[in-house]
């Protein structure tokens, strides 16, 4: 009996929202719901993999499998470790559930996750800049340099406040995943993968 791919997306759509709410809660995502989603993804794949083979080869099926989960669950560990030599102020919550992602997914899908997570983050990042700059303020003070005033002071508290805020991951690892899950095709064809 095959085991359907949508069963194993299934699985890590569950796990990104458990760890969205637990991350909007109380800004981590918990050891206990990445170790085991891992352990869980190597499994899950080796049994996708032993679900094709014929009664000969289901053990060596099942090792490529279980490799397949293992490259996958380095793979999120690689990306998302390379990123924080840049956001030093992120915990390390975010990068084991990249990691169980790729256990369930493999390698390819977390590359594409990574992509849409970057986007959407980005996008969420660069919305949060914009509304914390005092336009207000600056445009005052042009407006004093322009009749020759000296221009006030800019007060720069909503944009350090905003600056210093905790942003949870978890919801922007969840867009991703369920993203990249919507236009995969699409995405590997852009890409010239396809």
Known sequence: MEIPLEALKLCVLVIVAIATVTDLRSHKIPNWLTFNASLLGILAQAAYFASFATPTDIYFRAGIGAL???LGWLAGVFIMSST??????????????????GAFLGPGPVCIIYLYYSLVFGLFSLVQMIRAIPWHDMWMAAEARKAGVT??????????K???EIIPVGPFIAAGTVLSMIFEQQTLTFLGFD
């Open 151 to 160: 221009p006030p002071a800019l007060n720069m508290d909503n944009l350090n």
């Open 84 to 101: 924080k030599f840049f956001m030093r102020k992120f915990g390390h919550g975010d990068t084991k559930l990249v990691a169980a992602i």
């Open 68 to 70: 397949n989960a293992v």
């Open 162 to 164: 905003i600056r210093k």
